[in-house]
């Protein structure tokens, strides 16, 4: 299994907006992706923004590739989330899981 993680920042004002729009329209969509297995949106209070890092889990390359395309490293931040988001960033970063308990 792979873990992909991606970092983004909201205002405090917006961050309400962006957590819905990750668990009310991303997470719904990547369910219907054959090979996305699960998901977590950490979130924590930075100074006057609240950062959110978005941990997803996915069976294969392929099933990664589905998703983001043919740069898997390349962050995808559809233009809902971009007007939402104060800072984020462009790329992403996997990694094998290991373990998991």
């Known amino acids: 299994m792979i873990a992909r993680i991606w970092r983004g920042q909201a205002s405090r004002e917006n961050a309400p907006a962006y957590l819905q729009h990750v668990t009310g329209k991303v997470l719904p969509e990547l369910r219907e992706i054959r090979g996305f297995r699960a998901a977590s949106v950490l979130r924590r209070d930075v100074g006057h923004r609240v950062e959110?890092?978005?941990?997803?889990?996915?069976?294969?390359?392929?099933?990664?590739?589905?998703?983001?395309?043919?740069?898997?490293?390349?962050?995808?931040?559809?233009?809902?989330?971009?007007?939402?988001?104060?800072?984020?960033?462009?790329?992403?970063?996997?990694?094998?899981?290991?373990?998991e308990g």
């Open 52 to 99: 959110f890092i978005v941990i997803t889990h996915w069976e294969s390359w392929e099933a990664i590739r589905a998703f983001a395309g043919a740069e898997p490293d390349n962050a995808v931040v559809e233009p809902a989330a971009r007007a939402i988001l104060a800072d984020f960033d462009d790329q992403v970063s996997h990694f094998e899981v290991a373990y």
